[in-house]
């Protein structure tokens, strides 16, 4: 009996794990054994500010997570999740604050979160090189669905196999800010 409760918390303690972890990226996979990196590392111009430039795109993008850091090469701390309408009042934060140079961040459009996109990985797909910390897990894009009157849904891209989803604005999600580079 005692063996069986001992068996039953090991599983549990595992599914919980399991749980905990699920957005890590150590487990990332990645497979060029057919196709080069859609993302490759040299895409990027890296500013030493914790931002990059995307040279096919000319976007300047955050290279962490809202609630992230940029320190010693890495992100650090903890990813904040968020609705979406508190995603908008961190970019206004930002850009008023100037903490990051510049006034005019945003939440991505999809076409553009998209493009960060690595599709020769798996969990998450995007280049960790990059984009160190990021989870699979879903972020935040400002594209709601064409004839939708409601506006209470946008979409979201998750890094993970979930793809484009589209949600409620008062779901939580990760935020990575972009800007058009000048």
């Known amino acids: 009996m005692f063996h069986d409760y001992v068996i039953k918390m090991r599983l549990a303690y595992c599914v919980l794990l399991a749980f905990s972890v699920g957005s890590a990226v150590a487990d990332q996979r990645c497979d060029v054994s057919q196709f ?21 795109s000319g976007l300047m993008w955050m290279r962490c997570s809202v609630g992230q850091s940029w320190q ?4 650090v701390g903890d990813l904040t999740s ?35 996109i690595e599709r020769q990985c798996q969990d998450p797909r995007i280049n960790l090189t990059v984009f160190p910390e990021t989870p699979a897990a879903a972020f935040w894009t400002s594209t709601g669905r ?10 979201a891209l998750s890094f993970g196999p979930e793809g484009v989803q589209r949600m409620q604005k008062d779901q939580l ?10």
């Open 36 to 56: 080069p990196l859609s993302t490759p590392t040299d895409r990027f111009q890296d500013n030493g500010d914790g931002t990059v430039t995307d040279t096919a």
């Open 72 to 75: 010693h090469g890495d992100c």
């Open 82 to 116: 968020v609705d979406w309408r508190s995603a908008q009042a961190v970019a206004e934060t930002i850009n008023g604050d100037g903490s990051f140079f510049f006034s005019d961040w945003r939440i991505p459009k999809l076409p553009d979160l998209a493009m960060i």
């Open 146 to 155: 064409p004839g939708d009157e409601s506006e209470d849904s946008v979409y």
């Open 173 to 182: 999600n990760y935020v990575r800010l972009v800007r058009t580079a000048q």
